[in-house]
Each structure stands twice: as C-alpha cells, then as structure tokens.
C-alpha cells in the first residue's frame, strides 16, 4: 500500500550540497506515529542511518552527520527531503528513504523502503 520513491541527481560535486527527495503514495507522512527515514549504503558496506523527520514534523540526526544534514518535508505534496552538505567521495552511497515506527516490544521497524537511487560523489 504505502510506496515510496526517491529522486534527485546522481552525480554531485565534492563540496556541494546532495539533495534528494522522497515522494510517498498510499498514507500520509503526517500520520502518527511514524517517521520518514533516510538510510544509506556505502559500495561494500553495510547499511547506515541518517536521520528522519517525524510525523510531527520533527528532526532527528545520526550523531556523525548531523553537522551536515538536513531533513525537511512539504506535506501539501508528501514529500520529504534530505540535504546533505559538504560531500565528499565517501559520500557516495545508494540512498534510501524508508517509513520507520517503534512496535510494541519498542523496536526499530522499517517496514516500507524505496527502491534506493545511487548518488555518487565525484569531480
């Protein structure tokens, strides 16, 4: 039912800004109780958190990036946005928006994922 699909360029620049969307079909991210994720995946390593941006509309970061991130959402059109400044190659990722929620037990589930779209980070 809930799908959801991101977009934007595949090739930044080291220093710039990478910016994706994501469009979300089938509920709303305004819906209690859940939260909009971003996820990464390095080529060879293993999955990576971002941040989200809640039903509420508030943010929350991983420690490590949240110097460089930004996540924000245009609910007249379901969308939600990450923006990631100062890239570098190791940046480079396929990147992933996913619906989060805490179950009963309090556990992280994602239970709807994008598809993933590549991003690399090149001169």
Not at 43 to 53: A, R
Not at 73 to 88: E, G, P
Request: proline residues 5%.
């Amino acid at each position: 039912q809930v799908q959801l699909q991101e977009s934007g360029p595949g090739l930044v620049k080291p220093s710039q800004t990478l910016s994706l969307t994501c469009t979300v079909s089938g509920g709303s991210i305004t819906t209690n109780y859940y939260y909009w994720s971003w996820i990464r995946q390095p080529p060879g390593k293993g999955l990576e958190w971002i941040g989200y941006i809640a039903y509420s509309g508030s943010t929350y970061y991983s420690p490590s990036l949240k110097s460089r991130t930004s996540i924000s959402r245009d609910t007249s059109k379901n969308q939600f946005t990450l923006q990631l400044s100062s890239v570098t190659p190791e940046d480079t990722a396929v990147y992933y928006c996913a619906r989060k929620f805490r179950d009963f037990l309090n556990m992280r589930i994602f239970d709807y994922w994008g598809q993933g779209t590549q991003v690399t980070v090149s001169s």
